[in-house]
């Protein structure tokens, strides 16, 4: 299995990889690069991309943030693309992995309204072209350093994460942390690496005046750290991941995400959520915040 390469390049380059389904955000995010001043490469040949790595490197930091955008139309491989990515790694080169993803219903409807053909669907139906690029992709999802899931998100919204990420890219970056508010009856993210259940916690939703509010208002807010067992879990919370985070950067994680549920993903695990990711930011994490059920 090929690893990022470790950063300290000492050529201080930085590769970026984006890769993904077709209709999944691809052509946007690209453009988000370019606003970030990355110099952006549309569907090199990954033979090519180590090549291109030797230009980087002759250029004497005149191309130092490259975007490598690739298409499943340019017939490359999971393989071939480790392969020339194993190459930048004997560059001292590092690199990161950018997969995009969508639900069948989000690529079949983006696909109807701007009447594109999928590069897969000369022999197959859409929908089993979008699974048959599902399953050729796979290997490189399973490598990915971020898999961002476009399905519910605006081109603002994806730029937006793009330059939280990406604005100050340097080398040793810290741990970029996902956190994700959910309700348990819509079902249990599945990339989650730390899950916890907020239930046990008073319930707005029983309060006639707070039901329809969500857990960024203050009211909610005030409601529910009203009771002290919130306050309580709030500090154990704040401890637990403050331990855990420092671990797991020694361990050599580059992201982790954490999934706080409540019964509809409303109020207490958007709450939470924020709280959460107030105190990361403060401590200079880089944190994407994700209230799932609500958008």
Partial sequence: MIEPAAENGSENIQFV??????????????????????????????????????????SQKKINRVLLVLDIRGGFTPDELFTALGELIKMNISYRIIYLE??????????SE?????????????????????????????????TIDTSKLSVARLK??????FAGIKKNASLIVNIVS?????????????????????????????????????????????????LTFKDKLFDFIDFLLPEYVREGKSKIEIALGCTGG??????????????????????????????
């Fill in 160 to 165: 937006e994460m793009v330059g939280k990420v």
């Fill in 102 to 111: 969508a639900s069948d219903q989000a690529l079949v409807k983006r696909f």
């Fill in 266 to 295: 409303q109020h207490r695990s958007v709450l939470y959520c924020e709280m959460l990711f107030s105190h990361l930011s403060a401590k200079n994490y880089t944190v994407i915040i994700k209230h799932r059920e609500i958008g």
């Fill in 17 to 58: 990889i984006v890769t993904g389904l077709s209709g999944a955000g691809r052509t946007s995010i690209s453009h988000a690069f370019e606003d970030l001043n990355f110099f952006v490469v549309d569907n090199m040949p990954p033979e090519l991309i180590p090549k291109f790595g030797e230009i980087c490197i002759k």
């Fill in 114 to 146: 701007t009447r594109r053909k999928h590069p897969l669907a000369d022999k197959l139906i859409l929908k089993d072209a979008i699974e048959k690029e599902r399953q050729l992709l796979a290997p490189i999802r399973e490598k990915a350093t971020f």
């Fill in 182 to 230: 959910f309700g348990y009856k819509h079902g249990i993210p599945d990339d989650a690496d730390i899950i916890l259940d907020l239930r046990f916690l008073p319930n707005p939703f029983y309060e006639p005046e707070l039901k329809a509010l969500t857990g960024m208002d203050k009211k909610v807010a005030d409601y529910i750290l009203s009771h002290p067992i919130a």
